[in-house]
Structure formats: C-alpha cells, structure tokens
C-alpha cells in the first residue's frame, strides 16, 4: 500500500499539504488539491482513519451489543442496524453479552476506549449503571420505554392481540407461558394476554419460564400436557418456546390445530418452516433495528430528536397452528 | 469520565509521565507509577486506545466479512470467532457482503483504513482480487482450500457421507441437488455424493440449484416431485433446502421416510426442531469460527503456523427423515 509520503514525492508537495487535503482543513491551492488527488488515485493511497479520527475527534464506528447472536431473534435485527450504518457511512462493532454484566462492562470499555461515537443496546439486564455517564449516546433496542432512547415494540397490544385470536379460533382452557422476570418485553405481552383472557371470562393457567430456549419450552411442554391434559389453547412467550411445545403436541399424537391451537410471538425465520407452520405475533425485527441506528445517528449528528421512544406495530400472522374462522 | 490531565492532577506527575506509565514506556521510578496506577483507579479513568493504537501501531480490532448473518448458517460461526478473539483480547468489526463485490471491497478498505490487523473472510466470490496486496494478513472460512490460511469443514468425505447412507437405507432413485457454481464447499459435497453414487450403481438425476434459499428448495421440490414422482431420496444441497423439499413431501401426503428420505447439509439449529427433525451431515460450524480465529491470531502474532490449511471432520446426524437400518 501507499504511503501518505509517497503521495506528496508524487504530486511534488510536502506531507504537510497532503494532510491538508485530506483532512479538508487550511488553505491549498485549487490546482495543487487537483495534483494531490491525482496521485492519490494513481496510487490507490487509502488515508488512515484512525489518524483522522483522532485529529477530528470523531470515528466512524458504532457498538452493538446482542445477549447472543445464535439466538434467531438477533441475526435480523443486527442486519438491520448494519443496513442503516452502512448506507450513512457508519460501521458496526459488535458484541455478545451472553447476559453477564462483566462481560458487558467489558464490551462497553472496549468500545468508548476505541473512540466508538455511539452504543446501540439490546440486552435484557435489568442493571443500567453499566450504561451511566457514558460519553456516548446510546439507544436500548427491544427493552420497553425505560430508557431514555429506545425502539421498541408493543408487546402489550401484541398480548392482547394473541389472546383475541385464540378465543376468536375458538379455545376456551388456555394456558399462559410468562416468560422470565427480567426480560421487559415479555413481561409487556404477558400483561397485555391476561388483561384480554380476564375480561373475556375463560379459563387459563399460567406456567412460569426460567428462560425462553428451546429446552425450557420442552421441560414446561412436558408438565403441560401432563397436568392440563385438557387444555385447547397455548399462548408462548416466544416463537421459540411455542416451536417445542408444538413438537411436543405432535409427539402426543395431538391434532394440531383441531384440539390444540398454538400462538407464538416475534415471527423469526424458522416460524414458516416448522410443520405445521406457526401462528404468531409479527413483531418487525429488521426495522427495529434500523430504526435504532437511525435514531443514534441523529443524536451522534446532534439532530433534533422528536421522538426518544419509537415503538413498533406489531401484527398477528396466521399460519396452521390456529383454526380458520368461519 | 476522567481525563489524563485529571489523573496526571492527582497523582501529582506531569501528562507526558502518565503516559510513560500507561504505554509501559521508558523510564518511571516505582513510587511515581504506583501514584499514578492508584489515580487511574480513584477516578475511573479508561485510557484511549485508539491514541494508544497508534502510538504502537496496532489495534485490537479483526474484521469478519459474511455474506449475511441472517443467514441461519453464520450467526454460530461469527459467534465462534467472536469467543476466541475476546477470550484473546481482540475485537470483532462486521460486515455482510451480500455476495456483492462493491460492497466487500467497501468493507475490507473501512477495515484497513482503520487500522484492524486482520480479516477473516468468509464471503463465496470467486474472485479474490479484493484481497490482493493487503497490509494485514486474511483466514479465508468455509471456502476450501484454495487460498493461502483457510478454514473448512471436509465437504468431499460429507458428500459421500451422505450417499452412503442414503443407499445404507434403502433409497434406489436419488435426487441429489447440485448447489450454485461459485460456492466451493457446495461443490465439494455434490462431488463426492456422486462419487458414491456412481461406484454403487443406483439411478440418480441431478437438479442445479441458482441459490441455496429456503424459495428456491421449495420451486425446485415441487419440480422434483412432478417430474420424478418414484424418486425414494433426495440429497439436499444444505438444510435449508431439505426443509423446504420436507414441506413440499408432507403437503403431498407422502410419507416421509417411509416413502422418500431427505439428507440435509450443515446442521443449523432449525434443523433439529422441524418436523420430522432432519437427518443431516454436520459441519463442526461454530468450531470453523473458532479455528479461523486462532489461526488468524497466530500469523497477527507472528507465530509458527504449522497448518495453513485447516479441514475439520463433519459427521452424519441421524434423525427422523431417514429409515432406521436393521
């Protein structure tokens, strides 16, 4: 690779100039810009950001911390906050936190040591003071309104919307999963299902998760069937969960959806390709992220910001887990 | 957060002294170090490793190139890279190419520009021109053997794998599909399913596949069974495929295995909770992250790199889309 001394033999002007040019800062003549450029060109010189980003002050890179990029939830929303950054010239630094608080604090270190100018989070910790006197903004991806940047989505009309469908489709002994305490989210479309299930006078049950994989669906799926034998009806906290018990069903021999009907929550990819495929509520992950680097990128440019906490539409996506209506 | 000039202020010693002390760089008497150490920790101070970047010339920061990380094959690689590099200290920058050259050269000059001091890349372009010439060394991953470090997983022995299990089994009319020609390791299996194939005497037919996604398995499974309806095993090009294949067979009523047995390749999360769960060939995926990682650490290191090329062992997952054997 070039040098930025090779530049200036080329276009016959000091190293002094060239910087100049570069940085776009102090005067230099219109035709000797034109012979510094020419030779950067011709030599295909890449400047150092780091160097510039020191003399300016400023870099290009923003963090994104995830609790686990293997979890199918999180692929899509990184990929929509790098779509964002890349088209406004930004890049990602990315970490997993697998929910330690060590490992977190280390990430978030590591990332304003590097001059990082903004943090997206989307970790579950119920512990902010990680995240105090940070001297960088920070937007809380997929954690409520708590924080005082956020994008979000609304868990709690996505509750109410799950609990709406599966009365509609005709369940009428309902079993609730309430997804772990420190989680927000879930917590939030918990809250909105039993507000609908109370009102509508049905019978349901509530069993409590210690986590939202795969495995924990399989445990609490086994004691389901087990000891509500007759229930017709089972909300998840996330599609993840609502996937297990459905193999569970399958494995009982249950007809699904005819005697059990099953509704998750977020719509990951894996949801259309389970057999039967699976009902649940669309939470738009993508656009979740992209509209966190978007509102980081107005508080990086010191924009005005309108709204601090953006939430999301969420939607229900009817697929074979659930009855036809009439 | 503290400044150096407040930690310089406490501990009662010039600027220009603190920064002897934290670049670990001539001369400090230990009383003045120790001053200064316990000044950084009063007040918190997070010393700027980007100044310190290039002071020394280096960064801690290693770029990772993928096609797209919703793609269900990389987050668990990225996340083996990711395990290594912070368990060695190092940080992870990260782009998705979306198999688009622009957009990987973009990337790979952002990385250089900032000073990361390695690449691994794990991008399917033939075309490796983008990577000529760098200043910093690149651990290609998941691409065979053709480029100077790699990182693979033994694509030849888990095509043969496949066809020998598939005949094992009881299938004598094979479909085997041949993924797009500019994916090495896709081409990898395809030969060495044919290999066993060939040797063993049983009818086969080829389909060519233009991508490896979950829409083109399923345009191509609907070909599949109009136009082979006695085919009894299909060998797909990697699970997404074979899901989508799965679904066309089970929305036929075809009985599966009894009737058709689908081999996968890959072994993805998903592929574990469709139903029926998904006989597959397992790449080690999270350990090519891993190894890639080490690997590339190493030659950052300047360490003896005794394998250049490293080929992991894949093996056969036995699960419910193949017969049981006697």
Redesign the interface.
């Known amino acids: 690779?070039a040098t930025i001394k090779q530049v200036a033999e080329r276009a016959g002007v000091s190293v002094a100039t060239v910087s100049r040019v570069l940085n776009d800062n102090g005067y230099v003549q219109l035709d000797t810009r034109k012979k510094v450029e020419e030779a950067i060109d011709q030599l295909g010189y890449?400047?150092?950001?780091?160097?510039r980003?020191?003399y300016k002050k400023e870099?290009?890179?923003i963090g994104l911390l995830l609790p686990?990029?293997?979890n199918?939830f999180?692929?899509?929303m990184?990929?929509g906050v790098?779509d964002e950054l890349?088209e406004e010239g930004f890049?990602?630094?990315?970490?997993?936190s697998d929910e330690s608080l060590e490992?977190e604090l280390k990430y978030i270190?590591?990332f304003?040591?590097?001059?990082v100018v903004g943090l997206i989070s989307a970790t579950n910790l119920a512990d902010k003071a990680n995240y105090d006197?940070l001297?960088i903004p920070t937007v809380f991806l997929d954690r409520g309104s708590q924080s005082e940047y956020s994008v979000y989505s609304d868990g709690v009309e996505g509750g109410r919307i799950a609990a709406s469908e599966m009365i509609k489709r005709g369940s009428r002994k309902i079993t609730v999963l309430k997804g772990p305490a420190h989680v927000m989210p879930v917590q939030e479309r918990f809250q909105g299902t039993i507000e609908v299930l109370v009102q509508a006078n049905v019978d349901f049950q509530v069993i409590s998760l210690e986590s939202l994989s795969?495995q924990e669906g399989m445990r609490r799926a086994y004691e389901i069937f087990e000891k509500f034998p007759e229930t017709d009806g089972i909300i998840a906290s996330n599609d993840t969960t609502a996937?297990a018990i459905?193999?569970e069903a399958?494995s009982r021999g249950k007809s699904i959806p005819d005697e059990v009907q099953i509704i998750g929550f977020d719509d990951i990819?894996?949801s259309s390709?389970?057999?039967p495929s699976l009902s649940t509520i669309r939470q738009p992950i993508y656009d979740m992220g992209r509209e966190a680097a978007k509102l980081l990128i107005k508080l990086i440019k010191k924009q005005a910001v309108e709204q601090p906490h953006i939430k999301l539409d969420v939607s229900y996506v009817n697929r074979n887990t659930t009855r036809k209506v009439k």
């Open positions: 690779m890449i400047p150092n950001e780091v160097a980003s020191l870099s290009r890179f686990d990029i293997t199918p999180f692929p899509e990184a990929r790098e890349q890049y990602l630094l990315f970490g997993n490992r270190q590591t304003v040591q590097n001059n006197n001297p795969f996937t459905l193999h399958l990819q894996q390709l389970v057999f």
